[in-house]
């Protein structure tokens, strides 16, 4: 290792990558100052197939685009991936059964000789091109997940050592709590997306990388029965149609590269005990996504359930509170809102149609509406929200 790279500049990165974990933001500086403590320009995060029979070397669970990546070195993972690069790779073919046999680091001496690296192209034509000749990687297993922390040299550095890598050794515990301790912060993050559901009355479920359920609320909690159902950890349907639709959804999430708006999923339920059928719920899924999201993919998305048998929530505290709506003025909106005229809402409310009229103008004058249905339509976002 260079003799100008210090102990403390190597802690000093590696608190800088601590810190990342609670600000994602930060990991493209975070992972070029731990680069540069160990004589590198680049390092990354590389998710491991854990199929040793599969061409491909990279997880595809988890889009290796997507994970912490030193700074300037997103370009060269562009071309890597859509040049097919990763496939056939000597450093992924040979380096993976090193991995397996117990080696915790490979130098790229370990993979190829002097001369066997001019014929090979993905030395030659990729890596000489962008002027990074010397490697080394560290490998890991994470809860069962592997990883691989590659390091890359520049023109002028030179190759790692055997001694060099000895000493990268020490980062091999760090790097894996880095990876451990981004999953717990993702599942917290992932907690408290599911308590503010809980507090608008949506039921959600938590999913991880595997399509899992490693979390839900308890108006979810109270939806599980004999229709749905967690079975070896997925969430299950018991009608066989609505499951197929359900597993689908879940592998689409799963599934690499870029997603639409996923399906919406009705999951039909059995009648009740006196016969009277039963309205389905609906499932929706949101993905974990953005800055803060779980960069390391180990919260997948969440799944919201809407129990379309449920007495609706009611809107009048919101519109008393967002508008500044009378009392009997909120149960009239409300009353339209659920989709009543407004005779029908005034027999209800015992009051003749003038007052009802009366009432529904001062309505429209609060909320910024002139009609009805311009009203419906503020009602069911709020509803919604």
Known sequence: MAKDIREEDIARAIDACYDAVLAPELWEDALARLACSV????????PRNPDAS????????????????????????????????????????????LFAAGRGVIIEHDLATDEERKRLPQYNELYLKWGLPGFAALGMSVEGRLWAVPFMRGAGQGHFTPEEAERLEVLAPHLA??????????????????????????AAFALDWRGAVVGMNERARGLLGRDLFIAGGMLTA???????????????LRAPGPHGAPARV????????AGAARRPLVVDALPVNGIGADIFGSTLALLTVADLDAAPVSLEPSLRQGFGLTAAEARL??????????????????????TARTRLKAVFAKTGTSRQQGLVALLARLARR
């Open 39 to 46: 004589g590198a320009v680049h390092t990354f995060f590389y």
């Open 54 to 97: 599969d061409p491909n070397p990279l997880d595809p669970a988890r889009p290796i685009q997507d994970l912490p990546a030193s700074r300037d070195y997103k370009p060269l993972l562009g071309e890597y991936l859509a040049g097919g690069w990763h496939l056939n790779h000597y450093r992924a073919q040979r380096g993976a059964p």
């Open 177 to 202: 709590r880095l990876i451990l301790f981004a999953d717990k912060f993702a599942l917290a993050r992932a907690q408290s997306g599911l308590d503010a559901l809980e507090g608008v009355s949506c």
């Open 238 to 252: 018991a009608d066989q149609v609505s499951d197929h639709a359900l597993q689908n959804l879940v592998a689409s």
């Open 266 to 273: 009705f999951v039909k339920r059995a009648p009740r005990e």
């Open 333 to 354: 909106a409300s009353l339209l809102a659920d989709g009543g005229t407004l005779d029908e809402a005034a027999a209800t409310l015992g009051i003749a149609r003038e």
